[in-house]
């Protein structure tokens, strides 16, 4: 699913709301969980899952051309890890049945 998927999906279970309207909520939405993270915050929703930083440390790597090696420095990386409530649903779905969602 993408954004645009998303924003259509939205749009249409709450027609009250205009395209316009159920765009801007999503932006804002997605704005506000990328600023904290950025920020270093965790975020949790319950049911769903959490987002937090992980650190990948500095760690010598090899440039596949010339077998040169280098040095890769640190980084923050984001990370998702599913709730129980997504795992299990996600797991009770039958294979068939992921290309109607």
Same mark, same amino acid.
């Given at each position: ?7 259509? @999906? ?15 909520? !999503?932006?804002? =939405?997605? +704005? ?9 915050h965790? =975020? *949790? =929703? @319950? ?5 937090? =930083?992980?650190?990948r440390?500095?760690?010598m790597?090899?440039?596949? @051309?010339?077998? *040169?090696? !280098? ?5 923050l !990386? ?8 997504? @795992?299990?649903? !996600?797991?009770?779905?039958v294979?068939?049945?992921? +290309?109607?969602?």
């Open positions: 699913m993408t954004r645009s998927d998303l924003v259509t @999906r939205l749009a249409e279970r709450f027609s009250q709301l205009t395209q316009r309207d159920t765009e801007f909520a !999503v932006k804002t =939405i997605l +704005d506000a969980m990328s600023d904290a993270l950025a920020r270093g965790r =975020i *949790e =929703i @319950r049911g769903f899952g959490s987002f937090s =930083i992980n650190r440390p500095p760690r790597g090899r440039n596949p @051309r010339s077998g *040169e090696q !280098v040095v890769i420095p640190e980084k !990386v984001p990370h998702f890890k599913p709730g129980k409530a997504l @795992r299990e649903a !996600v797991d009770a779905q294979p068939g049945e992921l +290309d109607r969602l």
